[in-house]
């Protein structure tokens, strides 16, 4: 069984004999007695993240060490535990490496973690109008206020458009305020992109086929964490918070990747 301490050093052996390297496949069955939702597309996406650095054959086949499943272990924990961001447990991994001796955060509840899981809180001025990251929240610290929403007026000084221009973008579903009127942080994001694209000459009738690809994209997801949100354990339903996050980088990082494999075949 791959059981450690929260953030500890991991059960020697856990992967084999010494020296003895395994695939990734191996790895999956070794991480699920502790992490049953955990996957290879999982696995892959800590790797991708820098987190874990596994060895290739000269086919280009991964193989894990016991170091490294112990570290995927680690990071999987600190993640369900302590819902810090992937970000914030490669810092802490580094430091260790350096020797020195990092405090974890105590254990978030399961009603902190859609606060802190991605590392954000609310209630910081900054570049989205209002609605900014920082950082995790301290040990002890207040459970954060739900985030902050600002007021049409705010919106469109922010993104620099005319009222009717906003009606318009609201009108194809592109910007969609909050029923009391405000808009949160991600509807600034959006509005802000749609201003950009606009001063190119794209107009919100062309990004509607943008907006169904993402409402798509967003149906996949919630179909591979929706059992993740009917566990029982409270730490898994938070865990899918997470999960939602992950899977939403990865969407956006291939749109991203076909459509520079779009645009590189049209210029041949």
Known sequence: MLRTPSGGAGSPGAAGAEGRLVSIGTVLNLLREEFPEVTISKIRFLEAEGLVEPQRTPSGYRKFSTEDVERLGRVLRMQRDHYLPLRVIKEHLEARARGEAPQLPAPAKPRDAALVADGRVAGTHGDAGGIAPAAVAEPGAPVPAPPARIGREELLRT??????????????????????????????????????????????????????????????????????????????????????????????????????????????
């Open 159 to 268: 993104t620099g458009v005319t009222e009717s221009e906003l009606v318009e973008w609201e009108s194809y579903g592109l910007v969609v305020p909050h029923p009391d009127g405000g808009f949160d942080a991600d509807a600034v994001a959006v509005a802000r992109l749609v201003a950009d694209l606009g001063r190119f000459g794209l107009e919100p009738r062309h990004l509607r086929a943008m907006k169904a690809a993402a409402d798509r994209q967003a149906g996949l997801v919630e179909q591979v964490v929706a059992p993740l949100r009917r566990h029982r354990n409270p730490q898994t339903r938070a865990h899918a918070e997470a999960t939602t996050r992950e899977l939403a980088t990865l969407s956006v990082r291939l749109h991203a990747a076909l459509v520079q494999a779009a645009l590189h075949a049209g210029s041949h």
